[in-house]
């Protein structure tokens, strides 16, 4: 079945550690997005990328660095620069920018 | 930033009953659509109706859209238990930026 997988579920990071969040798609969606979710509040944009090699900041990029070596793949690097880390992060992917989204089931980042 | 802005923010309802949410933008789009998230998951994409459609229907869904008011509501008919979860509104905006922009969505729950 087609989908896509975001690894691990859960994540305990420490104090001034790099934590690595994998999302993983085999639609052949050329876009693939990272949001970040807070209690109660909506989605905010971290990074998109349109195609392979390439990728934007969004509202909310610092502190966050991300690669698209290869189309199925969109890694979030979630660096010790990031001071409020605990969140619940959510990768998604399209065919264009304007189609609907395909979600990951999300990773809940926290920080100990 | 955030685009749209759901209203309410939790509605209760029994089953049987139509449940309806609100969403209002500030610009001009391409197209809204409108999303589903259950607790602690990711979310689902229910509907996407494009700035030149008025009116959209998916099984019991029903999406309406005002450009000049800048306002779309969804309509679920026949609310089941099933139906708890979180609907965000989404907007695409061709000439500013390439990803959705999410409100806060509304918390609905339907009760047997």
């Known amino acids: 079945d087609g989908g896509i997988t975001q690894s691990p579920k859960y994540l305990f990071r420490k104090e001034g550690q790099n934590v690595t969040l994998s999302c993983e798609q085999n639609?052949?969606?050329?876009?693939m997005y990272w949001y970040r979710q807070d209690p109660g509040q909506g989605l905010r944009l971290i990074y998109y990328?349109?195609?392979?090699?390439?990728?934007q900041k969004g509202d909310i990029a610092e502190g966050y660095s991300v690669s698209r070596e290869k189309k199925e793949s969109f890694p979030l690097t979630v660096t010790s620069a990031q001071k409020n880390p605990t969140a619940f992060y959510l990768c998604?992917?399209?065919?264009?920018?304007?189609?609907?989204?395909?979600f990951g089931s999300g990773t809940r980042l926290t920080v100990v | 930033s955030q685009q749209g802005e759901e209203d309410p923010q939790a509605l209760s309802i029994q089953e049987g009953e139509n449940a309806t949410m609100n969403c209002s933008y500030k610009?001009?789009?391409?197209?809204l659509q409108w999303y589903r998230q259950n607790s602690g998951r990711g979310l689902v994409h229910l509907i996407l109706?494009?700035?030149?459609?008025r009116e959209k229907h998916s099984g019991r869904l029903r999406v309406t859209l005002d450009t000049s008011k800048k306002s779309s509501s969804l309509l679920i008919t026949a609310s089941r238990a099933a139906d708890t979860a979180s609907y965000f509104c989404?907007?695409?905006?061709?000439?500013?930026?390439?990803?959705?922009?999410f409100g806060k969505g509304t918390s609905l729950l339907v009760t047997p």
């Open positions: 990328s349109q195609i392979v090699n390439d990728f």
């Open positions: 109706i494009r700035s030149n459609e």
């Open positions: 610009t001009s789009i391409n197209n």
């Open positions: 998604a992917s399209s065919m264009r920018q304007a189609d609907g989204y395909t």
């Open positions: 989404a907007t695409y905006t061709a000439n500013s930026g390439y990803a959705l922009n």
């Open positions: 639609l052949n969606h050329d876009a």
